[in-house]
């Protein structure tokens, strides 16, 4: 049986304490017909409001980083710890735009990946190949290189969903096709049972683009258990379509 299927928003640096507010109202209202998992993951500071308004909800919450270390003389960073403090289930780690404007690599991000663990996080971790790379003909490699060097050596298939994000999708309202997906997919898929001995159950969401028109078409791919969505996600009707479309 495929891992239950996960739709994550990314809400990245949007709305403010009173749009966080409604959106996250607006989701809880309507979420009763969605069959499978839901998690938001707003800016650090909308994590609190948004957490007590989802206290008898079945959204889950996430953070979009966290820092390796427990506590310490770390300015304006947050530990893993603290995101479990205020409800977090998931945390985003090495997004695309961490690895690309705070210059965040594999080995940063897999010592990310294991405080999230230790700490009771499931990480979503993220990979995928730039345009440049995808020209060349080395989508495959950058993502493996990027599962064998972000992820922890031993995981088991509960404790981490991976997203694969083509950076040249992202914000770019272009998406693969599905064979280009299911390719990548399959061979991500193929990497971790590598280092996992049971792969299959590991959730391997796609992100870049997702849209309620296209998120059906989506879910046609190989290997795919959901979403990671970005600015579809700040509008309530358009993240429950989605999710709709998804179950
Ligand atoms: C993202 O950045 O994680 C993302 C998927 O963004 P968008 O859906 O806006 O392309």
Redesign the pocket.
């Known amino acids: 049986m495929a891992p239950r299927s996960l739709i994550v928003g990314?809400w990245?640096m949007n709305m403010n304490c009173l749009s966080s507010k409604a959106l996250v109202v607006n989701i809880t209202r309507n979420v009763r017909s969605i069959a499978i998992e839901l998690a938001i993951c707003p800016p650090f500071v909308y994590l609190l409001p948004v957490s007590l308004l989802l206290s008898s909800s079945k959204v889950v919450l996430g953070g979009q980083d966290c820092h390796n270390y427990k506590s310490g003389a770390h300015t304006g960073d947050i530990a893993p710890e603290m995101l479990v403090d205020l409800g977090c289930t998931y945390v985003i780690l090495g997004?695309?735009?961490r690895r690309t404007y705070h210059s965040e690599n594999n080995a940063v991000i897999r010592s990310k990946a294991k405080a999230a663990i230790r700490a009771g996080l499931i990480p979503i971790i993220?990979v995928g190949e730039t345009e440049i790379e995808r020209s060349a003909g080395k989508a495959l490699e950058v993502v493996d290189n990027q599962i064998r060097g972000s992820l922890p050596e031993q995981i088991n298939s509960n404790d981490v969903v991976i997203?694969y994000?083509p950076v040249w999708?992202?914000?770019?309202n272009c998406i693969p096709n599905i064979e280009y997906i299911s390719t990548i997919h399959s061979h991500i898929r193929k990497i971790l049972s590598d280092i996992c001995c049971d792969a299959v159950n590991i959730r391997l969401l796609y992100?870049?683009?997702?849209k309620p028109d296209n998120a059906k078409k989506l879910m046609s791919a190989v290997n795919i258990n959901g979403a990671?969505?970005?600015?579809?996600s700040l509008q309530a009707e358009d993240f429950l379509a989605i999710a709709k479309e998804m179950s």
């Open positions: 990314n990245k997004h695309s735009e993220c997203a994000e999708a992202i914000g770019t992100g870049g683009s997702v990671l969505v970005g600015s579809a």
